[in-house]
């Protein structure tokens, strides 16, 4: 457990907007598990095309580069060794890249393909 003080809590992003009846993405869904199922298949389908995405630019973020942003890391002066949750960590470029800063970060995420893709990262990169 993390001594007082020494915890952080990074990121937290939740849409609450519920589907919309006759929206053309949530037609026929009557039920709000209805409406996290196809939100959870949506995220799970996006994983390996956003991992061989520009936008992610892995090549770099394997040979070292940060996936934080410029704000992110001007907020971020000092990690090492805090305790931080990242929520709705994706495939968990930003966790990892707090994790090369020293911090002890977790990620969770909707997508289980996500995680796997994540967990495979951590392993590659030989991070904890």
């Not at 990121?11 to 519920?18: C, G, M, N, S």
């Not at 009846?21 to 959870?40: R, V």
């Not at 992610?56 to 942003?69: E, I, P």
Request: glycine fraction near 6%.
């Amino acid at each position: 457990m993390a001594a007082a003080g020494k915890s952080l809590l990074i990121e937290f992003r939740y849409e609450t907007k519920a589907p919309r009846e006759g929206s053309f993405l949530f037609l026929g869904m009557t039920t709000s598990e209805d409406y996290l199922e196809f939100n959870k298949k949506s995220w799970d389908s996006r994983v390996e095309a956003h991992v061989e995405s520009d936008f992610y630019d892995m090549a770099s973020f394997l040979n070292g580069k940060s996936s934080l942003n410029e704000i992110e890391s001007a907020l971020l002066v000092d990690v090492k060794e805090k305790s931080i949750l990242h929520l709705q960590c994706h495939f968990g470029q930003d966790t990892l890249s707090l994790q090369r800063l020293g911090s002890r970060c977790v990620g969770v995420d909707l997508s289980e393909k996500a995680i796997e893709k994540a967990r495979s990262l951590n392993d590659k990169l030989g991070l904890d």
